[in-house]
């Protein structure tokens, strides 16, 4: 059976680390924004390269984060929107198939990989 190739709808590249963005990565939480970051939230973020994304977010889907695959479970009502406008949205690697807040996306549990400038993020 041929195997589908997934399409490739967003890919960024972490730019700048807050210095306390490590920390919530260590409770299983990634914040990403854009360049605009907002000084009260900037510490806290993996800032990336502003990219649109080319189409919806949904369940079943994969985020990829240093090559490392995550299956998203559960989508934020505004994180299409926030990623395409700000660069913005959380990551919850829970598991949760309940999107609590709007802004998160939500990935199985699983361990993160180093995240470091140059990393790139992808969404297939």
Known sequence: MEQKEKVKLFETTITAI???AEKLAEENMVILFGDEAPDFLADY?????????EGEIHAG???????????????GDVVVKNLNELGHITI???GSTNAE??????????????????TTIAIY
């Open 18 to 20: 807050g210095i306390e």
């Open 61 to 75: 889907m994969t985020l990829q984060i240093a090559n490392v695959p995550y299956e998203i479970m559960a989508v």
């Open 101 to 118: 807040l709007p802004g998160t996306l939500y990935v199985e549990e699983k361990e993160l990989p180093e995240i470091t400038v140059g």
């Open 92 to 94: 919850k690697l829970d």
């Open 45 to 53: 973020c993996y800032k990336i390269i502003l990219k649109n994304l």
